[in-house]
């Protein structure tokens, strides 16, 4: 009976310390993985931890204020005639275009429709240009595309523009006469400048006028 006892406290008193050197282990295991944790955060004096900075983002540029491109209308009012039933909206601007000289982010070149027409189409394009990043711009000019500009298609549309170092490119549609009906005609006109204080030249059409059927 006594040693039965004695079995039973020695195996109790085995279990014990058994059971203590495994909380020893576990709670040096634990302290051993958050020193290395720390280490692996940049604690330590070496570069190899530190998390790259991040990209500084580019400046924004922009103009003290809010800056006017267009002017009053460059065309006369009696430049075209209109039918009764439509309205010219004099000085009124619409679909206006901007490009950048990619090698230049200063020079920048603006298209738009001049007097846009209740019934379709303007009475012409107009352009300006700036050389100091929009800060000031040159006077308006209008477009060599539509008969208020000398041109010999009634109104104009589609205003585009492109430049670089050595010209400037400006795209519009000019047409007379509305869609489908008989003798209407438009076409595709261009016109290059290679001063950039201006962006209008002659007028060429790339693409030949139709009439429709």
Known sequence: MLAA???LRTNEVRSRAEHMRSGSTLQALAILLTAMAMAGCGGGSGSGGNAPAPPQEPPIVT???VVRVTRATPFSAACLAVPAEAIVYANAE????LAV?????????????????SDGGARGLATAVSIDGGTTWSRPQASPFSQCAGGSLARASDPWVALNDS?????????????????ARSAVLASRSIDWTRATAAP????VPWTAA
């Open 5 to 7: 006892i004695w079995r």
């Open 63 to 65: 103009t003290p204020a």
């Open 94 to 97: 619409v679909e206006p275009h």
């Open 101 to 117: 000289n990619a090698s230049n982010p200063n020079h920048l070149a603006a298209a738009w429709q001049q007097d846009r027409m």
């Open 167 to 183: 010209a400037a490119i400006q795209v519009g549609i000019a047409f007379t006469g509305g869609a489908l009906t008989a003798a």
């Open 204 to 207: 060429r059409a790339s693409l």
